[in-house]
Structures are given as C-alpha cells and as structure tokens.
Nanobody
C-alpha cells in the first residue's frame, strides 16, 4: 500500500507563486503527477513526470508551472508561478507504481484571489 500526502496549498493573490509537494511512501514508483479539480468541473491533468524524467503539462499551465521530482525521496513538486484566479482548485497528487497500481492523495486547496 502506497501512502500519498500533499502539502503546500493556500491562498495567494493573482500573479503570486506557490509550491506544492507530494511525498509517497511504500512502493516503487514510475509516474507521478498533479491533477486539479475546480468547483463544477472535471478533474484534469496539470502536469506529469515519469521516473525517466519525461514531462507533460496541460496547455493552460505551460510556461507558468514546473514539475520536478526527487526519485530518491519519492517526492514530486509543482512550482506554480504567475497564478491566475482560474487556477483555483483542489490539487491532487497521483502516483503509479511500477506494477501499474495508481494511488492518490487527499488533495490540497489552492485559491487565487483577483
């Protein structure tokens, strides 16, 4: 069983920055990523990174968000700059083990005020 815990959310003004962290324990991981869900909307992929370092971003965050990973710590980060009110959402970490099982965290709220 893999335990996943996110941290780093909060309230920030538009144009500000936040850094989210996600620590996973108890497994050997392949992909790690961040999803978000705004009120009334479907959950969407924000950014993902594989154990080999391949990265993909949602078009809406390209150039503003940066995902990185510390493999030795099973930790993934999301640096969010130039935040916009439309980035307001609950952000969830999701990890995939080498066996293909997916685990997720409880989420962390990010609120961007205009």
């Amino acid at each position: 069983q893999v335990q996943v815990a996110e941290s780093g959310g909060g309230l920030v003004q538009a144009g500000g920055s936040l850094r989210l962290s996600c620590a996973a324990s108890g497994g050997i991981l392949s992909a790690m990523g961040w999803y978000r869900q705004a009120p009334g909307k479907q959950r969407e992929l924000v950014a993902g990174i594989t154990s080999g370092g391949s990265i993909n971003y949602a078009d809406s965050v390209k150039g503003r968000f940066t995902i990185s990973r510390a493999n030795a710590k099973n930790t993934v980060y999301l640096q969010m700059n130039s935040l916009k009110p439309e980035d307001t959402a609950v952000y969830y970490c999701r990890v995939t083990t080498t066996g293909g099982t997916i685990y997720g965290g409880q989420g962390t709220q990010v609120t961007v005020s205009s």
